[in-house]
């Protein structure tokens, strides 16, 4: 720790400062030192410049052109493969296995040919004996029928001709008129309503209201207007001779002349009037658009 000045766990925080690995060395200036002081050493590497592409020997690095793999022996893929099916042939015990007979292939549809039960006598197609068929006796003979259509012709039918029936006019709507009046007429009573049928909240109809309506209030009697008035006779033109007026003179008040007088200036502060500060002046500023163009 040094007599004078921070002791120097007060400048770096340590009980005592380590020492320097440079001491002694000799000040070499950063300014004349190289950038690459290794280089400036030894013994550089001298190419021996480009060499152009060729295919002679002196466009390879070695000298001669060296094999990858010298004196290696040369190999038939096709034979090492039948030397290992050979090898593998010695491994099998027996024959190979062959089957017997070979699938037998049904020579028609509904064929037996292959099988190995046969046919089914349930399946045979042959035919059940049947009895012989014996055709039924003729029917009875009649006439030959009569030529026309029958509509429009007489007595071209089995039976009788038809009947005509006149036809009214408007028969469905009679028809229909009698059968509403029937049907009225074994009605008993009206329609079946129910009162306990479901209703809307909110009827369609604003104005609607099961209470009774209040009676309806008589209007007040108007009460008759009074007529304008009019005056006896009409207002007298105001002119110099004042009489249209109630007094021949207007009534006017005294006022005496009396100068106001004017405040003294004061020189006090306290009494003097308050004029606040001018504001900023303005000046002529540059568009946002000119500062762009400028830009």
């Known amino acids: 720790m ?8 007060e400048r770096i925080g340590l009980f005592s400062e380590m ?4 001491i002694g060395d000799k000040y070499v200036s950063h300014h004349m030192r190289p950038f690459n002081e290794a280089a400036s050493k030894n013994r550089q590497m001298l190419p021996g410049g480009t060499k152009s592409l060729s295919a002679l020997q002196a466009g390879y690095f070695e000298p001669q052109f060296v094999r990858i793999f010298d004196g290696e022996a040369y190999s038939n893929p096709v034979q090492l493969r039948r030397r290992y099916r050979l090898a593998e042939s010695k491994k099998n015990l027996g024959k190979a296995f062959l089957p017997s007979n070979g699938d037998k292939l049904p020579c028609g549809l509904g064929s037996y040919y292959g099988t190995i039960g046969g046919p089914y006598a349930y399946f045979s197609p042959q035919l059940k004996a049947r009895e012989r068929y014996i055709p039924p006796g003729k029917n009875f003979y009649t006439n030959p029928g009569k030529k026309g259509t029958g509509y429009g012709y007489a007595n071209l039918t089995i039976g009788e001709q038809y009947p005509h029936e006149p036809d009214g006019y408007e028969v469905d709507r009679i028809n229909a008129k009698k059968t509403q009046e029937e049907h009225k007429r074994l009605v008993k009573g009206g ?4 009162n306990l049928y479901p209703q809307e909240y909110f009827d369609m109809n604003p104005y609607f209201s099961d209470k009774p309506l209040p009676p309806v209030k008589k209007p007040p009697p108007k009460k008759p207007i009074a007529p304008p008035f009019k005056p006896s006779s009409p207002a007298k033109k105001v002119r110099g001779m004042k009489g249209g007026t109630f007094d021949p003179y207007p009534s006017h008040s005294d006022e005496p002349y009396v100068i106001k007088k004017s405040k003294a200036v004061t020189t006090s502060k306290e009494h003097q009037i308050f004029h606040p500060p001018p504001g900023p ?4 500023v540059t ?7 400028t830009r």
């Open 2 to 9: 040094p007599a004078e000045g921070k002791s120097d766990m």
């Open 19 to 22: 020492g320097y690995i440079t």
């Open 191 to 194: 329609p079946f309503r129910l």
């Open 281 to 284: 002046k303005s000046r002529p």
């Open 287 to 293: 568009s946002i658009i000119t500062l762009n163009v």
